[in-house]
Structure formats: structure tokens, C-alpha cells
């Protein structure tokens, strides 16, 4: 493939008055910030995601939203916080939550965020979004486990709830 495109390059270089555009050529790299232990290796069950989003989450004074991704056998791998809002709203891009887990070669993630009200009853916003990173998700073969929500000593799964 290399030969190809150097052969291509040559061939344009022959040919006079073609306007041409520089075009970057990169590779992509993650880099690990920090590493963290957790007790729970697996995760079975909403409220075991639970407890790691609530190491991120707890005493948040903003919307936070992050992602939790998972091997194939559902074993934490990393954690992204994709989204840093204000009191009561954060934007979410599904580019941008799924960006760490397709460079992470993730099977699946568990989405969080945090309400500092402390009332964990889903918007109609977190619906919505939630329904939007699933059909994102079901596209490009990473399947959304859960949504979780954050509030004062209780959480919202959407899974429980039947949201998901």
C-alpha cells in the first residue's frame, strides 16, 4: 500500500500547473494518564459500575460526564472523562465518547454522569442522548452496557429502569 501511495506522489510531481494542498499524514496514540485500583475486577451488575462512577463523580460540583470502557469480558479498562458542564447541563458528542473507546479496542462501555442536585431521575436530554450514543454504539460495534447516574447515596440505572 506504502509503494502505492509513493508511486501516486510521484506521478502528481510530473504533472505541471496542478494546484496542490498540503495533507498531514499522523498516527494516533492514547496516552495513559494514571492508573487506578478498584476492587470490583468485573463488572456484573449496575451497582458495580456504580461504585467506580462514583469514584469520579461523587463530590463533583458540575455535570460530569465520563465513560467506563470494558474488555470483552467486562473488566474495566479505562476510564475518559469526556465532558466537564456547568450546574445542570454538559455537552456530549457521541464523537467524542466514543473516541478513547475505539482507539482502546473496546467491546463495550458503561456511560455516567452526575447530577450535584442530587435528584438522579433521568431528563428528557439524558434520554435522548443516551438513545443517540446506543444507535452510535450498535453502528460501530461497541455496545452501550448502561447509563448511570450520580446523585446524593443513590444512582439511576437506565438499564433497571428499562431506558436501555
Not at 455537552?91 to 465518547?97: A, F, K, T
Not at 431521575?121 to 455496545?143: A, F, H, Q, W, Y
Amino acid at each position: 500500500m506504502s509503494n502505492e501511495i509513493d508511486e501516486n506522489i510521484s506521478n502528481i510531481d510530473k504533472v505541471e500547473n496542478v494546484p496542490r494542498k498540503r495533507i498531514g499524514i499522523v498516527s494516533i496514540e492514547m496516552v495513559r494518564e494514571k492508573n487506578i485500583l478498584f476492587d470490583i475486577r468485573i463488572i456484573k451488575s449496575p451497582s458495580d459500575a456504580e461504585k467506580l462512577g462514583r469514584m469520579f463523580l461523587e463530590n463533583a460540583d458540575r455535570e460530569k460526564f465520563i465513560i467506563c470502557c470494558l474488555d470483552t469480558k467486562n473488566k474495566p479498562t479505562l476510564i475518559n472523562i469526556v465532558s466537564v458542564g456547568s450546574i445542570n447541563k454538559s455537552i456530549v458528542h457521541s464523537r467524542e465518547v466514543f473516541k478513547a473507546a475505539i482507539l482502546s479496542n473496546t467491546a463495550s462501555i458503561v456511560l455516567f454522569h452526575n447530577h450535584p442536585s442530587g435528584d438522579v431521575e433521568p431528563s428528557n436530554e439524558d434520554v435522548n442522548m443516551t438513545n443517540r450514543l446506543k444507535k452510535c454504539g450498535d453502528i460501530i460495534g461497541i455496545n452501550v452496557m448502561d447509563h448511570i447516574i450520580i446523585g446524593d447515596k443513590q444512582y439511576c440505572s437506565f438499564k433497571e429502569k428499562g431506558l436501555l
